[in-house]
């Protein structure tokens, strides 16, 4: 079992910046795969970045460039730095921990409670 509770969401201007932490407990942190998805209001929950635990990367392409996942086996946690945020970014952010590395949520197997990212003038 895996256990996984987000932070740092909140409210940010366009053109900002916010860093989002995952915690993980429970289980062997480094052998799964972690992504970020997000959900916005009337949407489906879509991909958003993953590290699997050699630390390769995957972005969704209207993140690449803008949004950095890494993650700190010793510390159990995996973040994710999204700079140059728009409007088209605010959704509930959800954690998530899975044995490969995919876009589909369905592989995943432990998710967070999510936390809210608004991004406003």
């Known amino acids: 079992q895996v256990q996984l509770v987000e932070s740092g969401g909140g409210l940010v201007q366009p053109g900002g910046s916010l860093r989002l932490s995952c915690a993980a407990s429970?289980?062997?942190?480094?052998?799964?795969?972690m992504a970020w998805f997000r959900q916005a209001p009337g949407k489906e929950r879509e991909f958003v970045a993953a590290?699997?635990?050699?630390?390769?990367?995957y972005y969704a392409e209207v993140v690449k460039g803008r949004f950095t996942i890494s993650r700190v086996n010793s510390k159990d946690t995996v973040y994710l730095q999204m700079n140059s945020l728009r409007p088209e970014d605010t959704a509930v952010y959800y954690c998530?921990?899975?044995?490969?590395?995919?876009?589909?949520?369905?592989?995943?197997?432990?998710w967070g409670q999510g936390t809210q990212v608004t991004i406003s003038s």
């Open positions: 998530a921990a899975g044995r490969v590395v995919t876009m589909s949520d369905s592989e995943y197997n432990y």
């Open positions: 429970g289980s062997i942190f480094s052998v799964y795969a």
């Open positions: 590290v699997w635990s050699g630390f390769n990367t």
